[in-house]
């Protein structure tokens, strides 16, 4: 199976079958509760849309990345949560709703802001006049397609199947479409493992650093606006974990270049690790907090 293949056609598909799966969750309960607290959606927003990026800059700017490693972290910054990071914030026993709610935020804004954007960045970089462009409108019209367009999709299928078949069928396309997604970042990483930096790179730190500190600005700035604990986890969540995949069809698919594609690949892989302690010292501060009442 060529690099080339899994990157630009099976990625996108099975990018579009997470974002419908995604789809198939959402109802309208979903977001009346949230909607009523319009400020957590706005806090959110704000720090994936405008804090995350900056935070990327910051990063680019402190450690010797070359031009395409700083690319490729300035591009994860640039993509939405998925899938991902709303199955996080139900580990973690965060606000759910809030978590699909920004995850449907960001997958509606992305495709207009990311290439924009994205643009500005390969022309900061340099990189704009060795030949790389992000043509506009086909770049929106491919994001629709692998983001928007799927998410829509999975949200008019939840309306048109019955609530026995949707309960049937809900189970089965989670997990086929999670491994089919765990799937192809594998042979991804597999077909560019020789390129791929080391574990002890500067490209290894970069990514680390971008997660631990997206993910604890988010927790610092919505614990210091009390927001609900629930609300606090979603929230860190959503700014610390994004859809690599996204950035990986952009690197691969579109711009064509496995060199920017890499950090975000790393990121997908690597990212779990911080994510992960973090949820298990959530969770085991709440069991010590339930021990500590019962025993009051």
């Not at 099976?10 to 977001?31: C, E, H, Q, R, Y």
């Not at 089965?172 to 493992?193: D, E, P, R």
């Not at 988010?218 to 859809?243: C, D, F, K, M, W």
Request: hydrophobic content about 55%.
């Amino acid at each position: 199976m060529s690099p080339e293949w899994l990157s630009q056609v099976l990625l996108p598909w099975v990018l579009a079958s997470v974002m419908m799966a995604m789809g198939l969750n959402l109802t309208k309960a979903d977001f009346a509760l949230t909607w009523r607290h319009p400020r957590r959606l706005l806090l959110g927003s704000s720090l994936q849309i405008l804090a995350l990026p900056l935070l990327a800059w910051g990063l680019v700017l402190f450690l010797p990345l070359s031009p395409l490693a700083a690319a490729g972290l300035l591009l994860v910054a640039l993509v939405p949560g998925g899938a991902t990071s709303n199955m996080f914030s139900y580990l973690v026993q965060g606000d759910l709703a809030l978590s699909v709610s920004l995850t449907t935020i960001a997958a509606i804004l992305a495709p207009f802001t990311l290439p924009l954007v994205m643009g500005w960045n390969l022309e900061f970089l340099g990189l704009s006049g060795a030949g790389l462009r992000l043509p506009y409108w086909h770049t929106v019209g491919q994001l629709l397609l692998v983001t928007l367009v799927p998410v829509l999709t999975g949200m008019l299928l939840r309306r048109v199947l019955g609530t026995q078949t949707l309960e049937w069928i809900l189970p089965k396309v989670k997990v086929l479409t999670g491994v089919a997604m765990i799937g192809v970042v594998t042979a991804l990483f597999f077909s560019h493992a020789q390129r791929l930096p080391s574990l002890f790179s500067i490209e290894t730190l970069a990514v680390l650093l971008m997660c631990v500190l997206s993910m604890t600005l988010g927790y610092q700035i919505a614990h210091r606006l009390r927001l609900p604990h629930a609300s606090v986890r979603a929230i860190t969540v959503e700014v610390g974990v994004q859809n690599a995949g996204v950035a990986m069809m952009v690197a691969f698919t579109i711009l064509q270049q496995p060199g920017i594609g890499l950090v975000p690949l790393l990121y997908g892989l690597l990212m779990n690790v911080p994510v992960f302690l973090w949820m298990f010292a959530c969770l085991w501060r709440d069991r010590q907090l339930a021990a500590t009442l019962e025993r009051s």
